[in-house]
């Protein structure tokens, strides 16, 4: 099969990135006589499948959707995939909004694929011999509409399902969600009228691979480091607005009837975690002075990344284990309030409507969901990973590594600073700790 990608954003954006990628680097050393036409599709293919790694048949895969016409066939089970028979057939793709056109050429004898799989507005018109016998704009209304996470990341997952639920409703389609096992027990208790399905079959009218890229090619319509992470779904699904909240209704009673404090001090890798020694230590020991339980609900009771190991606080009571994510919901949602870091946990606190104490300066302030209680030093180094000049995740503290001053953004947050934020809380949600309950009796 003949395959040939175009670009909804202007080739030259792609191109000006090549110098220096390995990939180009390989496929001209294999041919030197490769055109830039030819080049930009080699590329495309290969490195569209290495970014995504999904089903091979994205780009392969029956394409289901007839139009009427023989050997035509049309849909969006990755970007817009186009089968075009033999003929003299001129293929016009436009988007139906704007009405920029992105591809307007003879084509014939092979599939037509767009680099982008974000929601576009696609308007498809198919000429024969100059005269237009086709045309169909992107509609998923009453249609199955496929949806995959290209992350395995709690938070990210729970970021982007709002946005999720509010295109079945506003598009009124049915949307099928392929997610791991230990994600659906939860996904079906916030959103019953989504369908989990157990693989991408590319027999429904549209799948959207949902992928936060920090890439310079710009598959996604921005870099996720200039955007937060609550409006991300939206720029990938075609919302510019925030989709109402779920709400989150517990299955399970409290683990006890005693006020409880949630805690997470782990991240998937330690320049997240807050590094200010015994600073966890200390707080948990103001917060069973309060009269508080503590429970520590990291996945693991100590974790060694980055040069460093993090370590549930002695004194916190230990709910460490890969539990179920309902569990640790029920957990939050009884709670008084969590304290963590930029991690799942957080946004799964976030996710049921417990208050939450963010400890994060190596973000900036609006990466993140909003919280009044958010922990960050601006007065050190910080705020690295949206830097779109840098790569955070690869270069561990980007700025100052191997100096006195790396990863301060984390570790010159005081414990005094987190029991302010703490103190604000308990005033702003009008709670009563139980020490100062026995007091007062």
Known sequence: MKFHFFTANNIEDYRKHYPGNPLIKNFLQESKDLSLEELDQKFFFHYIKNTFRVNPGIFESKIYGDTGIDGLRLDFNFGLRLDVPEGNFRVRISDFDSGQIFFDKNFSGGRLLSVENYFIRWHVEIFLDDRKIFSHTFNPEGQAVAVMFITDALGDMLSLLPYVEEFRKIHRCEVRLLLEENLRELV???????????????????????????????????DSRKISLTRTGGMLLGMDYLPPKNSFKPTEPPVTNKPYVCIAVQSNIARKCWLWPNGWDIVVDYLKSLGYHVFCIDREEELTTDGFTIRKPDAAEDFTGNRPLLERANMLYHAEFFIGLSSGLSWLAWTTGCPVVMICGFSQNWHEFYTPYRVANRKVCNGCFNDSRVIYLR???????????????????????????????????????????????
């Open 188 to 222: 079906s208790k916030l959103y019953p009228e989504i369908k989990l399905i157990d693989k991408i079959n590319f027999q429904t009218y549209v799948t959207y691979y949902l992928v936060m890229m920090i890439s310079e090619f710009p598959l996604t319509p921005a």
């Open 395 to 441: 270069d561990n503290c980007p700025y100052h590594k191997n100096t006195p001053r790396a990863l301060e953004c984390q570790k010159k947050i005081s414990p005094r600073m987190v029991i302010n934020a703490i103190e604000r809380l308990i005033v702003d949600k009008n709670l009563t700790p139980p020490a100062l309950r026995r007091n007062s009796l």
